[in-house]
């Protein structure tokens, strides 16, 4: 399984992004798909995963300002981040849980 994400970048507090993960390397339909987060010197955390029948499960310090979803037929999952804080800058990845094949990420940078 391969993962490719983007969307990231430099952000003032407040603002938006939207990330993109595409997975490739079997259907996609068939995983429930997690969103990590790393800053540095920080453990890898979860942030929201998606089942495969589009059940969401979202880590508290981002309810209410991030939203997964997912479309099968492209094989990619988004992760929509609005009101954006300073203690969400990190490198997001994703991936399946249990999965040992990382992308390289994308950098998330939130300016105060």
């Known amino acids: 399984l391969q993962f490719v994400e983007s969307g990231g970048g430099l952000v003032q507090s407040g603002g938006s992004l939207r990330l993109s993960c595409v997975f490739s390397g079997n259907t996609m339909a068939h995983y429930a798909i997690t969103w990590f987060r790393q800053a540095p010197g920080n453990e890898r955390e979860g942030v929201s995963c998606?089942?495969?029948?589009?059940?969401?499960a979202i880590r508290n310090a981002v309810k209410g300002r991030f939203t997964i979803s997912r479309d099968d037929a492209k094989n990619t999952v988004y992760l929509q981040m609005n009101n954006l804080k300073s203690e969400d800058t990190a490198r997001y990845h994703c991936?399946?849980?249990?999965?040992?094949?990382w992308g390289q990420g994308t950098q998330v940078t939130v300016s105060s």
């Open positions: 991936n399946i849980a249990g999965g040992d094949s």
């Open positions: 998606i089942s495969i029948d589009g059940t969401v």
